[in-house]
Nanobody, 128 residues
Framework: QVQLVESGGGLVQSGGSLRLSCVVS????????VGWFRQAPRKEREGVSC???????YYEDAVRGRFTISRDNAKNTVYLQMNSLKPEETGEYFC??????????????????????WGQGTQVTVSS
């Protein structure tokens, strides 16, 4: 059974940084695209970033230049380094693996229905 566990969230001031981790179990991470998503209260879940099996990275415009996604296949872990955080980025952050049904298709835009195996999320709160 696929399981994803996010961690690293917390309370940070505007302009601060956090590093999120996503530990994946139950599958071989090497050949899967992994994405990070966030969901603010009363808003739809939105894609933030993803990283493909060969290490190619994608970012939504709102975070490009401030966030960095990386992966350590040996640890079955994907990271999201978030810098210069803004109050409007407060929300629950989730990771998920992209369904193999979409293998070979452009992973951008980062669309949450394409993903599966959702974790419980980690809360990020950015104070102004």
């Amino acid at each position: 059974q696929v399981q994803l566990v996010e961690s690293g969230g917390g309370l940070v001031q505007s302009g601060g940084s956090l590093r999120l981790s996503c530990v994946v179990s139950g599958l071989i991470l090497d050949d899967r695209t992994v994405g990070w998503f966030r969901q603010a209260p009363r808003k739809e879940r939105e894609g933030v970033s993803c990283i493909t099996s060969n290490g190619r990275t994608y970012y939504e415009d709102a975070v490009r230049g401030r966030f960095t996604i990386s992966r350590d296949n040996a640890k079955n872990t994907v990271y999201l380094q978030m810098n210069s955080l803004k109050p409007e980025e407060t929300g629950e952050y989730f990771c998920a693996v992209r369904s193999p049904h979409y293998d070979g298709l452009d992973p951008s835009p980062i669309y949450y229905p394409d993903y599966e195996g959702w974790g419980q999320g980690t809360q990020v709160t950015v104070s102004s």
